[in-house]
């Protein structure tokens, strides 16, 4: 069986941290479960958002670059992330955006499923979709949202690919997805194996546009999910051998990574489920602070001083559905 399990996060460019974090905690009611630095550039944030134990396959993360342009779409990128929500609870999330100031898009159905697409305040493109698809989950008991209509994790990812042949064999050979669906000019390819968040990738075939570019509302990149260090090293050499140019495994602490792009361009990563976010902080605790790796820990004072300064938000649990 191949070693990728699924998605494990979707990494987008943010326009305001605040406003990010208020939206995706006060508005979706995810849980922020960890507020720490892009390892590359640290002076901007990464939030990682995510359900109540951060199980991978259900994160969301943002960097934060307020000064950057709107993304450009066009091939070469990821477009858009779709989230699990329960059955029968978009009524109820249409109300929820429709309070946060959020006009959503008309409702739709994609391969059977109930979809409600919007952006939020940075122009991501977020759909809200309606599945049972079992999935590991654990709710938020903090959150705003009621534990019976909280985001769910991960559902799928739309891309926009020039060359479809290309992208769809690099899919297959180095990630295991297998096309399972075309629902007009969209292929679905999804991913076998145990039931968790984030089975499926959708792609366009766009020949004629041009290149996109990233900015702020922009997938920045798409990380897929193994369990361990020897399946991230199989995953490694899967991509290399269907002409991929992965990077070493980078230590990010929460879980290890390789990067690499697709032959269209999107940026990829494969990320392990290991170890996970309470490496580092109390489960209960999580993102109340600013946690930093340990190499750049000795700069903390440094670090601090550059970051523009934002509250964590608290928000009241929501009351108990009837
Ligand atoms: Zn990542």
Redesign the pocket.
């Known amino acids: 069986m191949h070693p990728i399990t699924g998605l494990h ?1 979707v ?1 987008v460019i943010a326009g305001d941290p605040q406003r990010t974090l208020d939206f995706y905690v006060l508005g979706l009611g995810m849980r922020l479960v960890k507020r720490t630095v892009n390892q590359d550039a640290p002076d901007t944030y990464h939030f990682f958002f995510a359900d109540g134990a951060g199980t991978p396959g259900t994160e969301l ?1 943002f960097f934060p670059w307020p000064n950057m342009p709107r993304g450009r779409d066009g091939h070469g990128l990821t477009h858009e992330v779709a989230l699990a929500v329960p059955p029968g609870s978009l009524d109820w999330w249409a109300g929820r955006l429709a309070s946060l100031g959020v006009a959503p898009g008309a409702r739709e159905v994609r391969f059977g499923e109930t979809a409600l697409p919007f952006a939020d305040p940075s122009g991501l493109r977020v759909t809200l979709v309606e599945t049972a698809d079992p999935r590991p989950f654990v709710p938020w008991d903090a959150s705003p949202v009621p534990a019976d209509r909280q985001i769910r994790g991960l559902h799928a990812v739309r891309l926009d690919a020039r060359d479809l042949a290309a992208t769809a064999r690099f899919l297959d050979a180095a990630l295991g997805h297998t096309r399972v669906a075309t629902e007009g000019d969209v292929r679905r390819y999804a991913v076998g194996g145990a039931a968790r968040s984030g089975a499926l990738v959708d792609v366009r075939e766009t020949p004629g546009a041009a290149r996109g570019m990233w900015g702020v509302g922009s997938i920045h ?1 798409v ?1 897929f999910a193994v369990a361990d260090d020897a399946a991230e090293r199989e995953a490694q050499a899967l991509v290399r051998a269907a002409g991929g140019h992965p990077t070493e495994v980078i230590d990010r602490f929460w879980f290890r ?1 390789v990067y690499f792009r697709e032959p269209g361009g999107a940026l990829f ?1 494969i ?1 392990t489920d290991i170890p996970g976010f309470a490496v580092d902080e109390d489960p209960a605790h999580l993102g109340e602070r600013l946690i930093l790796p340990p190499f750049l820990e000795p700069h903390r004072a440094q670090i601090e001083r550059a970051l523009p300064p934002v509250v964590t938000p608290h928000p009241e649990p929501a009351a108990a559905h009837a």
Do not use: K, R, V
Request: hydrophobic share 25%; glycine share 0%; proline share 0%.
């Open positions: 996060h990494s993360t990149h990380a990574s990563e990320a």
